[in-house]
């Protein structure tokens, strides 16, 4: 666990995909930060396209990959499949504490705050429960080692 936590730790966003029936795959980058249970945290509008997709189908992946120092060479990153969902209210209050250790100004102005809090901007927290994973951290597991695993709650 300790690589993905560090690969989770070395980047800002993630690209995560959803899908909807009428318009197919979609994917969109996002701000995010994980939590230690593996619950990645990110703020969207509701109206967006990745935003409704969840609403009608939450199973979602996502990926996390740090540059390599050499083009093809010390590759490693994180593909994360599991369920996305409007964050509920009794959730706010960690996902905010969450997404400041990452980003020490998130929801700085106390009116944000608040709005953040009782949800009534038209951005909102999500969270993503990660179920399942690969990692592929060549630097420590060797090249292209893909270590898949379920992950447990």
């Not at 318009?23 to 703020?43: E, T």
């Not at 396209?49 to 050499?70: K, Y």
């Amino acid at each position: 666990m300790i690589s993905v936590r560090q690969i989770l730790a070395g980047r800002d966003l993630m690209s995560m995909a959803t899908y909807s029936t009428d318009l197919g795959p979609h994917v969109n980058s996002a701000f995010f930060a994980a939590d230690d249970d593996l619950i990645m945290w990110f703020v969207s509008e509701r109206t967006t396209r990745h935003s409704l997709n969840i609403a009608a189908e939450p199973r979602v992946s996502a990926s996390v990959f740090l540059d390599p120092p050499t083009y093809g060479e010390g590759l490693c990153g994180i593909q994360v499949w599991g369920t996305a969902r409007e964050a509920r209210q009794d959730e706010r209050a960690h996902a905010v504490a969450v997404l400041r250790l990452r980003f020490p100004s998130f929801a700085a102005d106390t009116k944000v705050l608040e709005g953040f809090l009782n949800a009534s901007l038209p951005s909102t927290f999500y969270r993503l429960e990660v179920s399942e994973l690969t990692v592929l951290d060549e630097p420590r597991f060797g090249r292209r080692v893909y270590v898949r695993a379920a992950v447990a709650r």
